[in-house]
């Protein structure tokens, strides 16, 4: 049964009811008008459509680590105040014991690569800075 995850606490829900313990990433993303833009791109940007994103932090948390989605705005922005939406992933434990964030390092650096590489991102939940998940593709 695949489960739907609706909100950031839905999620949160999820990740505590996995058989292995959950770290889960953080990848802050900017909307920006890429380099090249041509034509009526700078217009539609304007209007809130198209140009491209970037990171501009990661994180990851456990779960006891994480309160509320205001919380976690409040603390991004104590960091970057510029961005638009985070991607977040989850990272299973083994044998009961949570990932550490040394573990957590090289799917964050992949998660990071596939935004600047403008990959496949609906593999990831994502939500605009008032917590309404967005969806891609």
Request: overall charge negative; some cysteine.
């Given at each position: 049964m695949?489960i739907?995850?609706?909100s950031?606490?839905?999620?949160?829900?999820?990740?505590?009811?996995?058989?292995?313990?959950?770290?889960?990433?953080?990848?802050?993303?900017?909307?920006?008008?890429?380099?090249?833009?041509?034509?009526?791109?700078?217009?539609?940007?304007?209007?809130?459509?198209?140009?491209?994103?970037?990171?501009?932090?990661?994180?990851?948390?456990?779960?006891d680590?994480?309160?509320?989605?205001s919380?976690?705005?409040?603390?991004?922005?104590r960091?970057?105040?510029?961005?638009?939406?985070?991607?977040?992933?989850?990272?299973?434990?083994?044998?009961?014991?949570?990932?550490?964030?040394?573990?957590?390092?090289?799917?964050?650096?992949?998660?990071?690569?596939?935004?600047e590489?403008?990959g496949?991102?609906?593999?990831?939940?994502?939500?605009d800075?008032?917590?309404?998940?967005?969806?891609?593709?």
């Amino acid at each position: 049964m695949k489960i739907k995850i609706t909100s950031y606490d839905s999620l949160l829900s999820v990740a505590r009811q996995q058989p292995e313990p959950q770290r889960l990433l953080f990848v802050f993303l900017k909307a920006s008008l890429p380099k090249d833009y041509e034509g009526d791109e700078a217009i539609q940007f304007q209007s809130g459509q198209g140009g491209e994103l970037r990171p501009v932090m990661c994180v990851d948390k456990i779960l006891d680590e994480l309160g509320s989605f205001s919380d976690l705005v409040e603390e991004s922005e104590r960091i970057e105040k510029e961005w638009q939406l985070v991607l977040v992933a989850g990272l299973a434990g083994r044998d009961g014991v949570v990932p550490s964030s040394d573990e957590a390092e090289r799917p964050l650096k992949m998660m990071i690569h596939t935004v600047e590489n403008g990959g496949d991102l609906t593999k990831y939940m994502a939500f605009d800075r008032e917590g309404a998940p967005v969806e891609f593709g």
